[in-house]
């Protein structure tokens, strides 16, 4: 079977996001994990204007199609404003629907304070399930995030890595399941 | 490969319960649709007081869990109740937990007013992810639940039988494909 | 004691957006109330683009936050996507904060299907609390926006008109308790 | 004006619940605090059994209507069960109605893990809504319940006083400005 596909995006586009180093660390760690292609997706690159909606079609929403179509599943790498998704976040999922259907989506959240975006979590998978994806349920979530790498941008912390290879296991086990049965 | 096997379980146990004339329906139409084995599920079978908690298995609830070994998947049918799920159903799903893993849910919400359940289903499927299962984007919602059926007990919207079929048919679609992945 | 001041805000910019229709009738009938003055809001007025974030004030959110400040509250009129709110939308709330803070919020969804925009009602709320706002238990859900008005424009089902008249009811209440505490 | 009233609620009737001790704790400091009077409530001594639902109330549910009836607000404590709230905590939350309405609800969250019950005080707070109470947006998070008293009984961490200080604050905000506008 060929290699699985699963791009990594950043969902964040505010000035200052903390949330870039977390996307480099996950888009790393992936390539680590190793047992499926990826790619680094960034939010600003794909909305224009809060115009960009499903009716109108930009380039960019097109290669955004393309990308999804070829993609076995889907990794979401966010903050958390005021315990919901960011705008532009939103913007870019709701372009497209069928190209996300029946494949695995993982949240990594980030947050500033002590819960690392757990609130964006829940109710991110909630417009996830609507657009027929498989959020997953391991989740992981990188509070204070300020703080997590230190000068030379290595993660203080190196828990993360085994907790992301176990997010990559869980993502990977659906991932297949799931082509198999869309190929069936 | 043997048939799947997918029991529908009704989550209310209030006296009056308008619910259990809807679980009914979806059982009926789950054995019209055929492609998988099922049973009815009542909650008040399972769940006899607040105390029946995980640490606690009681006999009731170790029945409850050679039923969802056995399952391929799970439909539930609720009544909402302040735009959650009944207490009664959470106590009867907090009591299991390996038992759900990597299987697909479905669920049909019931109301009085006219949302069939909306917001229900909702948190459910929050919960549900939690369990490792698979929430299904199909969801058949029954609003107005006193005047779903006539006297002779039949439906007066033939509509949702072709509604629960497309949901069977996406719930049998999840269970076929995690099924063989979880053999594999 | 003054006016209390409520302002109607817009929160769709799509294209073909059927809620500008469903936000006017919303503006007209708070006239009708007549409790509270109120300003007709387009949320394509305050968001330019996805990088206007908080960090970054722009003569559109200093106009948003003037707005705001003066309020005694919020009334957002918002269709539902892919179970959430629109990402403009969010962009918009999350520009603000102090502004809000002790303020009530009332919401009507609205929706092309039949559920009325009753999951972005629950999500919109959960960001409202933390703009320390008060989320009122009244709501209107327009479903099937695009049957809902008559080719004169006039509200087909005129029960709309008595179920924002008990809306507007609690959020006057809430303003007012609110406002005489905040001065206290 | 009188004092204000505002029990607190522990929301787990489970075998070793570490949230006990989080109540008693939250309690104390509600003493402290000493600008509301309030009661410690158990919801073990509310409710018996799945069957005790808002159509038939029992002495229990008597009393819970009493002391809900008198008070200005509610604190619960509550932990989280697989991202919900306890069905012991449910099942007693929806024996009552008139009694919650226009009163402020606080809500103090508790797990085993590290985000202290986040996604349960999320939802919980979709709930209070429907049942007309104010959540308000300060919550007290308590995650590592095991570890968070010493053998004595005495907290670790010591700026969990201050931030009930704060939360209480602003709940007795919302009880007295809510209180004034009930009677006037």
Same mark, same amino acid.
């Given at each position: 079977m060929e290699k699985l596909f699963i791009p990594i995006l950043l969902g964040s586009d505010r000035e200052?996001? *903390?949330s870039e180093k977390v996307a480099r660390f996950v888009f790393d760690q992936a390539k680590v994990y190793g047992k499926f292609d990826t790619q680094f997706l960034d939010v600003k690159d794909f909305?224009?204007?809060?115009?960009?909606?499903a009716a109108m079609p930009s380039e960019k929403s097109k290669l955004w199609s393309e990308i999804m179509k070829r993609a076995d599943g889907l990794v979401i790498v966010s903050p958390e404003y005021n315990h919901g998704y960011p705008g532009e976040l939103k913007l870019m999922l709701d372009q497209?629907? *069928?190209?996300?259907?029946?494949k695995p989506a993982g949240i990594c959240g980030v947050s500033a304070?002590?819960?690392?975006g757990a609130r964006m979590v829940e109710v991110l998978r909630i417009c996830l399930i609507e657009l027929q994806m498989v959020p997953i349920r391991e989740a992981v979530y990188f509070p204070k995030a300020h703080d997590l790498f230190n000068e030379k941008g290595?993660?203080?912390?190196?828990?993360y890595k085994e907790r992301l290879q176990k997010f990559f296991a869980e993502l990977a086990w659906y991932a297949d399941a799931l082509a198999k049965a869309r190929k069936a």
């Amino acid at each position: 079977m060929e290699k699985l596909f699963i791009p990594i995006l950043l969902g964040s586009d505010r000035e200052g996001r *903390q949330s870039e180093k977390v996307a480099r660390f996950v888009f790393d760690q992936a390539k680590v994990y190793g047992k499926f292609d990826t790619q680094f997706l960034d939010v600003k690159d794909f909305v224009q204007t809060a115009k960009t909606g499903a009716a109108m079609p930009s380039e960019k929403s097109k290669l955004w199609s393309e990308i999804m179509k070829r993609a076995d599943g889907l990794v979401i790498v966010s903050p958390e404003y005021n315990h919901g998704y960011p705008g532009e976040l939103k913007l870019m999922l709701d372009q497209l629907y *069928q190209e996300y259907n029946r494949k695995p989506a993982g949240i990594c959240g980030v947050s500033a304070g002590d819960l690392g975006g757990a609130r964006m979590v829940e109710v991110l998978r909630i417009c996830l399930i609507e657009l027929q994806m498989v959020p997953i349920r391991e989740a992981v979530y990188f509070p204070k995030a300020h703080d997590l790498f230190n000068e030379k941008g290595e993660i203080r912390d190196a828990s993360y890595k085994e907790r992301l290879q176990k997010f990559f296991a869980e993502l990977a086990w659906y991932a297949d399941a799931l082509a198999k049965a869309r190929k069936a």
